[in-house]
């Protein structure tokens, strides 16, 4: 069975302590990954797209990399305005395209 | 910034009324989805749609659901009969192509009494 699981489910750091998320993933015909923030009552914004094991993105304190298991989220020097839910989604194509999330990792940064 | 856009913001019903959530995709993009989040829980696929018909559903997405592309810019969501446990936040997301990045509208909050 397809699935995607997102460690740890909640995350707090002081501002300043650099951290990584993690997200695990079992799929057939895996096609990409996505990394969203996605704030209370919000929805998922757009971080960082990957598709191949070895690619790294990078966008301000946040960097993402990907494996052929599982996907970091590498936050440096985090901010209290990082505080958000951070959610990763794998793209699988089984016959058709369908796209599964994780759960999230909620991450709180303290001033 | 080109962005999606949906309406109503927060729809409020009563169980076995028929409600229907719209979405206006960016512009060029040619894939469009529905995703529900319940409150507290992970975001769920719905659908996925591409040149006017269902590509990809989900075992959530049964007889009550319904999507059309009415007018060409408009995307909808139609659900025939609600049920309580319909209650959720649905997310309307669009791409250029079938393995792009998806981009996410602020949601549609239906709570159903």
Redesign the interface.
């Known amino acids: 069975e397809d699935q995607v699981t997102q460690s740890p489910e909640a995350l707090r750091l002081q501002e300043g302590e650099s951290s990584s998320l993690n997200c695990s993933y079992t799929v057939s015909g895996l ?2 990954l ?1 990394w ?1 923030r996605q704030d209370p ?6 971080l960082f ?1 990957l ?1 191949s094991a070895g690619e790294e993105k990078e966008k301000e304190r946040l960097k993402a990399t990907l494996t052929k298991k599982e996907s970091f989220l590498h936050i440096t020097a985090p901010k209290p305005e990082d505080s958000a839910t951070y ?1 990763c ?1 794998v ?1 699988a194509y089984t016959g ?9 990792t909620r991450l709180f940064v303290k001033a | 910034e080109p962005e ?1 856009t949906q309406t109503p913001s927060h729809q409020v019903t009563q169980m076995g009324q028929e409600v229907i959530l719209r979405c206006v995709p960016i512009s060029n993009h040619l894939y469009f ?1 529905w ?1 529900r989040q319940i409150l507290g ?5 719905l659908v ?1 749609f591409y040149n006017n018909e269902i ?2 559903k ?1 075992e959530i997405f049964d007889d009550q659901f319904s999507v059309e592309r009415p007018d060409g810019s408009n995307f909808t969501l139609k659900i025939r009969s609600t049920k309580l446990e319909d209650s959720a ?1 649905y ?1 309307c997301a669009t791409s250029g192509g ?10 549609t ?1 239906l709570t159903v009494l």
């Not at chain 1, 009552?41 to 757009?46: C, H, S, V």
């Not at chain 2, 829980?41 to 696929?45: A, L, N, P, Y």
């Open positions: 096609r990409g996505f969203y009552g919000k929805g998922p914004e757009f797209t598709y959610l989604a793209q058709g395209f369908k796209t599964i999330f994780g759960a999230g | 999606v989805y995703y829980q992970k975001v769920e696929f996925s590509s990809e989900s936040m997310f079938p393995t792009d990045t998806q981009y996410f509208g602020p949601g909050r």
